[in-house]
């Protein structure tokens, strides 16, 4: 490393922080560590610069160990309190980590900071010797390409992004390495080699390369894998874990593909900030609702102080004869919607809390521990399911009386709290929960204090970072949207030890009795928290001041389970019954008002995006082919070489690579010289001077005498005239399309 000069190692190292921290932010996604991009690129330039000073001298790796020593032995006899915690903590430490790589141990986020710092340091170590060394720099793209693609299949949902920046840098550094070595052999053969080359192929190399990154960016995600049976359930045997990752199976094809607010509606992964509605079609439901139907997608236990996340959860084919859940044992009624998707891309089956029955004909269906639905694919706009639920008939009185239960594995999902939630966080949900002799009231009071003291708005101002999204909520800004109230209720629910989580979805607003259609936008989206009660399971709470309370109990009691109800859900009136039941007219119109604004959006958007792929292709490549066109004409001004000889025949070569472009050919009964002299003539390039040129170049050629600077040079000038002679002569349009545009 030593013998490169300081420009060399600080471009290196400059390719080595780009590496390094796209490799940290899919770590970052990876455990859902928080910390700002900010502070992450600071943890990195630090551990590089160190790693590059102990790289290029090596005295100052015993140095730092040597002064560690002293430092340790300073702080154990002056500062012994601190120098015991911090030793405690650190074999604390480093007794957890092997057991959370070898699997026994849980990951704690107390832990999540010095985990990245060790995760880096020894990433940079690694990285630091492959950049500066003669290693094949392939290597580091190879190992990128194999780290991201586990980044991908863990669910880090940007990895790809992060492979783009990692594969940019990676791939600079590879041609920088190819120069490297064409510039020896340059050396020598005694060629120079202008600065002016040097700028060009480092302009050359990141369009090239940027180019070819922004190409892969614009291809789709959600491709379906090819699938070999035998070979998919032999990895599932020999490695088991893989069942957890986005693999070609179609339940794990189907999971990442499952439908969340972030995602579809907001656009962000953090929680907060303002927030804007399009009025855009999202779901057609049929049914008859009394009562306002919370229609369920996504379910999250995992909370970070900045977003939502989810355990991956066991889950299962569903079938006739699959058993959904536990019901709690209380009465019910039973409901059944019909559901169409619209403009809304994702592969959750929407659905009430409770199901028992899911028709969907067209592919398989997963069910998990949370009771979310989903199918292998992404859910077509012309396809229809039916789910069939039943609603618990509760009263107030029954929850306030219901029997604990103390389920571990409840506990253990849904009361997990992050370990930095501030103090009055904790303080304010004791004050709520003083004198409250159930978990019903206490959820109640948590529900009542929400509604009753915050603000609702679309447009709170976005969390600083750093801070923690409930405790800002509950008591900076006190204003915010569902996602606000929701979670607020759920984290101020496990404080009070009563396991909730947090649930994303659509809210449908009755509109009183009889079979229904309802069409549901983005700004039907909702979010809202259900709260485990013992005996009676599940129930949700509505905290949000904007929505009305949930009390579907008291909705329902007055219906009846007998016989008769139950004839009137089996004839419950589906889509294309409905529309089939009347005249053609009358069907065309159902049909028409149901489906076709939808549908006709969604074929023009695909139309639009695919004509946008192809613009963008196609643009790229002409782009790609006019700067091919540049090189080729103008990279001999950027050489100078030591043996004229060698530089007048490339001169010669690019002289003949011009006349070719015109189309001009040698007959065979022509000379060198006669076939020039008819070209020159063509192109008006006459006179005594171009009887000279051929001279010069026949000798080229043809002699063994030596070549002067003098010869290469009126070759040269030559070539450049012959050019100018050919814009003229063919008009700039001609010349471009020949030179630019033509056949390489």
Not at 25 to 53: C, P
Not at 211 to 235: E, G, H, K, Q, Y
Request: hydrophobic fraction near 40%.
């Amino acid at each position: 490393m030593h013998k490169y000069d300081f420009k060399d190692r600080i471009f290196r190292s400059l390719l080595l922080f780009m590496i390094v921290f796209s490799l940290s932010m899919a770590i970052k996604d990876y455990f859902s560590i928080e910390i700002s991009l900010g502070s992450l690129a600071l943890y990195d330039v630090a551990l590089i610069f160190m790693v590059t000073l102990i790289y290029c001298f090596p005295w100052i790796f015993g140095g730092g160990v040597i002064i560690s020593i002293i430092a340790a032995i300073y702080m154990k006899y002056y500062y012994s309190q601190v120098f015991d915690k911090t030793s405690r903590d650190i074999y604390l430490f480093l007794q957890w980590l092997p057991g959370y790589i070898s699997g026994y141990a849980a990951f704690l986020e107390e832990y999540d900071l010095p985990l990245l710092f060790v995760i880096l340091a020894f990433s940079i170590a690694l990285l630091a010797i492959l950049v500066f060394s003669k290693i094949n720099k392939l290597i580091i793209t190879a190992i990128g390409i194999i780290v991201f693609s586990f980044f991908w299949f863990t669910y880090v949902e940007k990895a790809h992004l992060y492979l783009m920046i990692y594969l940019f840098s990676s791939l600079i550094l590879y041609s920088y390495s190819l120069w490297e070595k064409k510039k020896e052999v340059w050396e020598s053969r005694d060629i120079n080699v202008s600065i002016s080359f040097y700028k060009n192929w480092a302009g050359s190399a990141i369009l090239l390369i940027g180019f070819s990154i922004m190409f892969m960016l614009m291809l789709p995600l959600n491709i379906r894998p090819l699938r070999v049976t035998a070979l998919n359930d032999f990895m599932m045997q020999k490695f088991p874990f893989i069942q957890q990752w986005r693999n070609n199976s179609d339940e794990n094809y189907g999971y990442s593909f499952r439908f969340s607010l972030s995602n579809a509606i907001y656009k962000g992964k953090r929680l907060g900030g303002p927030i804007s509605f399009s009025g855009s079609p999202m779901l057609s439901l049929r049914g008859s609702l009394r009562s306002n139907l919370y229609l369920r997608g996504s379910v999250y236990d995992k909370y970070s102080g900045f977003n939502w996340s989810k355990s991956r959860k066991s889950s299962k084919i569903y079938d006739k004869d699959t058993k959904i859940g536990i019901l709690p044992e209380t009465k019910f009624n039973e409901l059944e919607i019909e559901i169409k998707p619209k403009m809304l891309a994702a592969s959750t089956l929407f659905n009430s809390l409770y199901p028992i029955e899911i028709e969907y004909r067209e592919n398989k269906v997963f069910i998990n521990d949370d009771l979310e639905i989903y199918t292998k694919n992404v859910i077509n706009s012309d396809s229809v399911y039916r789910i069939k639920s039943k609603i618990p008939i509760i009263s107030e009185d029954m929850l306030r009386l219901g029997k604990p239960d103390d389920d571990e594995s409840i506990n253990k999902l849904y009361l997990k709290l992050p370990h930095n939630i501030p103090d009055r966080v904790y303080n304010l949900v004791e004050e709520l929960s003083k004198g409250k002799s159930s978990p019903y009231d206490i959820a109640k009071s948590i529900e009542d204090y929400l509604r009753n003291n915050y603000s609702y708005t679309l447009e709170p101002e976005k969390p600083p970072e750093g801070t923690d999204f409930v405790d800002y909520f509950l008591f900076e800004k006190k204003e915010g949207y569902c996602t606000y109230y929701a979670s607020s209720m759920t984290i101020m629910l496990r404080l009070a030890g009563i396991p909730s989580r947090y649930v994303e979805g659509f809210i449908v607003k009755s509109e009183g009795q009889g079979t229904k259609t309802y069409n549901l936008t983005d700004r039907n989206s909702h979010a809202w928290v259900e709260a485990y009660l013992g005996e009676y399971g599940w129930v949700t709470f509505e905290p949000t001041s904007a929505y009305e309370e949930v009390q579907s109990w008291s909705l329902w009691e007055d219906e009846s389970t007998d016989a008769s109800s139950q004839n009137n859900i089996d004839n419950f009136p589906s889509f294309s019954e409905a529309a089939s039941s009347g005249s053609d007219r009358r069907k065309e119109l159902l049909e028409e008002d149901i489906y076709s604004d939808g549908d006709a959006t969604i074929k023009v958007n695909i139309k639009g995006a695919f004509v946008k792929l192809v613009t963008f292709i196609f643009t790229m490549l002409v782009l790609l082919r006019i700067f091919y066109g540049f090189i080729r004409i103008n990279i001999l001004k950027l050489i100078i070489m030591k043996n004229q000889r060698i530089f007048a025949n490339i001169y010669i070569k690019q002289v003949i690579w011009m006349i070719n472009k015109i189309e001009k050919r040698r007959d065979d009964s022509e000379t060198f010289r006669e076939f020039l002299k008819r070209i020159c003539y063509s192109l008006d390039m006459t006179g005594d001077d171009y009887e000279h040129i051929v001279s010069i170049i026949e000798r080229i050629i043809y002699g063994n005498k030596i070549v002067s600077a003098e010869d290469t040079h009126v070759v040269r000038k030559f070539s450049e005239s012959l050019r100018e002679s050919i814009k003229i002569k063919q008009g700039m349009l001609k010349y471009i399309t020949n030179f630019y545009l033509g056949k390489l």
